[in-house]
DNA sequence: TACGCCCCAGTTTTT
DNA sequence: CTGGGGCGTA
């Protein structure tokens, strides 16, 4: 194997330095897929490194799973020793190893959000938190930030002792985390944070880890957050041995709790790392990474580079008006047929957008048109009521204890406990402090509940203990027909007038096919396992290209993959950028980034969109051209159809036209807002100043100095730093980047 | 206990 | 506009 001739410069140096830290700083397309796989393989064909010491982990299954099969092309079948996973995958595998060191039972339950839900529910309810005060959302988010923190309940409550309201939040950790533990329950954040614990409570069991895996890579490094962060740098803080790819211009998860710290101090955190940018693009035409590079290098808070191309230009960026969305997903599916009739394949195109609420008008025209068309994302598979109920089903055969499950199905279908007597049990469980189903189990002891009502209990209990039985002689197909056909669902759906429930009946029969698929691929079938990977699998894993159909996702579940030709569709200011992005730069930026991270998936062709008016909860609104679209320069775009004079930046991108319940139309403008409400709090305006602004003689305001006069200004890596001559303070020397200057 | 009607919140993005 | 949840009634 010549890598040289396989690799540019420096993607072979990325691919063969092997020991010590390695920081890869990978633009969109520069082929770092390429590089890890060969470096992968490299490591093991010419350093004789094993298989099972290597730990790779990617964002998605998908990419694991390609990644796998690409390495298992270079090295063969041994690629099959290696762990290549996602961190919840890899977390869960050496939880199902380790958990009991926490208390925790092996077989434990995965809770997605709605479970999660369901359970904070439960808590604030106990608590008697009125909704007013907090809502199980708000209590999640804040929980959730706090795992992805490693903050644990107790040091939350100290935290916040003196804050009203986050010791509510406080409180219900505690208790939330107390009902995930009974119920023998991990939360997705707790895959990794109970996975850190175990590591930091039992120096052996880390060390056993760090011993087997003697080299770590992690992808899309850029939207790790700290916990995970920290899992690595656990595993790998003895031998050093950790490679990291990401690019800090595709930080899309912020909002999820992904630190871009983790990328920025990659160097300071490992003082010895060496760092290799990959700058070519191997992906796009010029046009578009023009484009993209367009739009990023507005951003402040990034690592300088910029993608350079390696094709010509190619055709200019496509903008399309429509008169409303309707039409939008009406032009973008005409565009389509013409390029299918021109020789591409469907497969070769897809639309992006910001909502998954976007995708319906596409559907509508898509099956109108009888063009094929594949939805990632939006209702999962797996979130389906059918499917949710009988996961629940399963779920409480392989745990009893798993509450949100049993209090799913315990009415359903309808077996006369409603939920009095389900209140009353809890009551009763939460009393004795035993599960609900320890109550269930021991029904006879109390007398809780009338003859009828416990008798109907009894029969439940009896045909969950039956299944739980039978789980163990039958094959989780065969269970899985024998609980649709013994507990009467099937038969409530079958017999429904409801011409929903006929779909529903696909849907499970759909979901036997999946088990079945299951059975064929794994190597040890288990009912455990199944469950795991159901919870850990995300929509875009289902991608694949096989039949030739055009691909609809979010620009988040597009990240990682590429198209020849691509649709952003709904460019307005309002919904990409959506609103609150306008307010607030932070969300402006990684709303950039997602922007940048969408231009980049296209090859060949790209196209945006915008819709001057939309329906938004069944209202008409009008927002005004995308910043996105603005930001490109006029020599590679064209606009397909005239521009909206009114669209263009000097009148107002930021005013928002709405029809109110009269279909009149009235203006908002959130500048003005802003304003407005800026002289009311007193706010000073914090325009960051940019390096053109800051120039020997420009005079700048300071709100500690006062008024001043820049004198000189010098380069400091990266940063500008800026001696002004202050009025009545005297000469001053700051850096522009965190000095609150504004232009006097 | 079961069912139907009404109200309201939701649209960022997901492992 | 849509779906879920809450509440009141048979």
Known sequence: MDLKKLLNEEQYEATTTVEGPLLILAGAGSGKTRVLTHRIAYMMKEMNIRPYEILAITFTNKAAGEMKERVRSLVGETADNMWISTFHSSCAKILRREIEALGYKKDFTIYDSYDQKSLMKQVLKELSVDEKDLTEKEAISHVSTAKNTLLNPVDFKKKYEYHFRMNKVADAYI???????????????????????????????????????????????????????????????????????????????????????????????????????????????????????????????????????????????????????????????????????????????????????????????????????????????????????????????????????????????????????????????????????????????????????????????????????????????????????????????????????????????????????????????????????????????????????????????????????VFMVGLENGLFPSASCLTDPNEMEEARRLAYVGITRAMEELYMTYAENRMVFGRMVSYPVSDFILDIPSNIKEHLNEEKKVHHRDVNPHTIKYKDKNMKYVDYNVEKALEDAKKILDFPDKKVLGQEDVVPGAKVKHPKFGVGTVVATADAKGDLKVTIAFDNQGIKNLMLSIAPLELA
Do not use: W
């Open 175 to 565: 208790l939330y985390q107390k009902k995930l533990k009974q119920n023998n329950a991990l939360d997705f954040d707790d895959i990794i944070m109970k996975t850190v614990e175990i590591f930091e409570k039992f120096p052996e069991i880390l060390e056993k880890y760090q011993r087997k895996f003697r080299y770590v890579l992690v992808d899309e490094y850029q939207d790790t957050n700290h916990a995970q962060y920290r899992l690595i740098n656990l595993l790998t803080k003895d031998h050093q041995n950790i490679c990291v790819v990401g690019d800090d211009d595709q930080s899309i998860y912020q909002f999820r709790g992904a630190d871009i710290r983790n990328i920025l101090d990659f160097e300071m955190d490992f003082p010895d790392a060496k760092v290799v940018k990959l700058e070519k693009n191997y992906r796009s035409m010029g046009n578009i990474l023009a484009a993209a590079n367009s739009v990023i290098k507005n951003n402040r808070d990034r690592k300088e580079k910029t993608l350079k191309k390696t094709k010509d230009e190619g055709g200019k960026i496509k903008i399309y008006r429509a008169y409303d969305d309707f039409e939008e997903a009406r032009f973008v599916v005409r565009e389509m047929q013409r390029l299918y009739r021109e020789g591409r394949n469907y497969k070769e195109m897809a639309v992006l957008y910001r909502t998954n609420a976007q995708s319906r008008k596409f559907e509508d025209i898509l099956m109108q048109e009888a063009v094929p068309y594949k939805l990632i994302g939006g209702l999962k598979f797996y979130d389906r009521k059918e499917i949710k109920d009988l996961l629940a089903y399963l779920r409480l055969v392989n745990n009893p204890f798993d509450e949100v499950s049993l209090r799913r199905i315990i009415n359903v279908p309808k077996r006369k406990i409603g939920n009095t007597t389900v209140e009353k049990l809890q009551e009763n469980a939460n009393h004795q402090g035993e599960s609900l189903f320890d109550t269930i189990m021991n029904l006879e002891e109390y007398s809780l509940l009338a003859a009828g009502t416990q008798a109907s209990v009894v029969k439940f209990r009896e045909m969950i203990l039956d299944f739980n039985e039978k789980q163990l002689e039958m094959k989780v197909s065969e269970l899985v027909e024998y609980i649709l056909k013994t507990s009467g669902y099937m038969k409530e759906l079958e017999t429904s007038k409801n011409p929903e429930d006929e779909s529903r009946v696909e849907n499970l029969e759909e979901f036997l096919n999946v088990v079945l698929e299951y059975e064929m691929k794994a190597e040890e079938p288990s009912l455990q396992e199944f469950l795991e990977s159901v919870m850990l699998v995300s929509d875009v894993d289902q991608y694949n290209e096989a039949d030739d159909s055009v691909t609809l996702m979010t620009l988040h579940s597009a990240k990682g993959l590429e198209f020849p030709v």
